[in-house]
């Protein structure tokens, strides 16, 4: 379906994507994870024609699309991150005309309306004016505008960023039921929980980077059988200068300092955890949680860059 190869994005003297390939297969929930500022966007851009890159090459369903905007825009469908409608139309009435500026007209138009309409279960709202949909209901809507052209593929690009938590899990069963449906998906993300929860397979990247990439029963084999131990702290205390403390504790492979909280990496966190409690006392620290993590893409993430997936 698609395929993404050696792909570069370079502004000035700064390399936004660094020679990244990947593919997404037909049918596939495919998930783009990696920190504000990884490349996610650029890399999306590209992919859908409006940014052009600076090497590489972009393909869907066998056609190069690199740069080619209006080209790129027949086979892919783009869900951004804010909303892109009319708040005074109806729901119809936005699906109408973005329809039309893809070029479907007719009975076509109005056949993918209601389909659309019926996919993001807003069929009962299709004459109301969007101004007064909920929060949800919006979101929904800006999926259904993504998919009037009948897309060969639909990209979201980070869809709950901002949004309010009674939303969420909305917002994620809409898209997995449309990959239910036969709907290949591409979703970018920086939330880990997120991509677990949806995606066949992961790409992970940093810096520009694809630094990993397979199912998550694949990349989590990367860490072993390593755990986390996260300790968290009172908030007035400051714990990044004692990290190297932390890793000279038995059995502990790496420590990751973050806000108030210090990840240690190690093959057993119940051994790690009584010399650490005693650290934390000899230190002066103060105890707020103590957590178990048995291993996931964000202790892949750790184990692969020394810091973790929200820094």
Not at 8 to 36: D, M, Q, R
Not at 130 to 144: D, H, P, Q, W, Y
Not at 240 to 268: I, N, Q, T, W, Y
Request: charged letters at 25%; proline letters at 4%; hydrophobic letters at 40%.
């Amino acid at each position: 379906m698609l395929r993404v190869e050696d792909l570069w994005k370079i502004y000035g003297s700064a390399e936004a994507v660094k020679g990244i390939s990947f593919a997404v297969e037909t049918g596939e929930f495919f998930g783009l994870l990696g920190p504000n500022g990884a490349g996610k966007t650029s890399t999306i851009g590209m992919i859908t024609g409006w940014v052009t890159p600076s090497r590489g090459r972009v393909e869907i369903g066998g056609v190069d699309l690199s740069g080619r905007a209006r080209e790129a825009k027949k086979w892919v469908g783009l869900v951004p991150q804010n909303f892109a409608f009319y708040p005074r139309l109806t729901a119809e009435e936005n699906l109408s005309f973005f329809g039309s500026l893809y070029g479907v007209q007719g009975g076509t138009l109005k056949e993918r309306t209601a389909r659309v309409l019926e996919m993001v279960s807003l069929t009962g709202r299709a004459g109301q004016r969007v101004e007064t949909f909920s929060g949800g209901m919006k979101r929904r809507l800006n999926i259904a505008i993504g998919l009037i052209h009948d897309p060969a593929i639909l990209i979201l690009d980070e869809p709950t960023v901002g949004i309010d938590p009674t939303l969420y899990t909305a917002i994620l069963d809409t898209v997995k039921e449309l990959n239910r449906q036969g709907m290949t998906i591409l979703y970018t993300t920086h939330y880990m929980e997120e991509a677990q929860e949806l995606a066949h397979r992961v790409g992970i990247i940093d810096h520009g980077e694809l630094i990993a990439l397979g199912t998550q029963a694949e990349l989590v084999r990367q860490v072993g059988e390593q755990q986390t131990l996260r300790l968290q702290f009172e908030e007035d205390q400051s714990v990044a200068a004692l990290a190297e403390k932390f890793a000279c504790l038995p059995g502990v492979a790496r420590v990751k300092a973050e806000d108030h909280s210090l990840a240690l990496l190690g093959e057993s966190a119940e051994r790690m955890l009584p010399p650490a409690v005693q650290l934390c006392g000899e230190v002066g620290l103060r105890l707020r949680t103590v957590q178990i993590q048995e291993p996931n893409l964000e202790a892949l993430f750790l184990h692969l860059t020394g810091r973790a997936l929200r820094d």
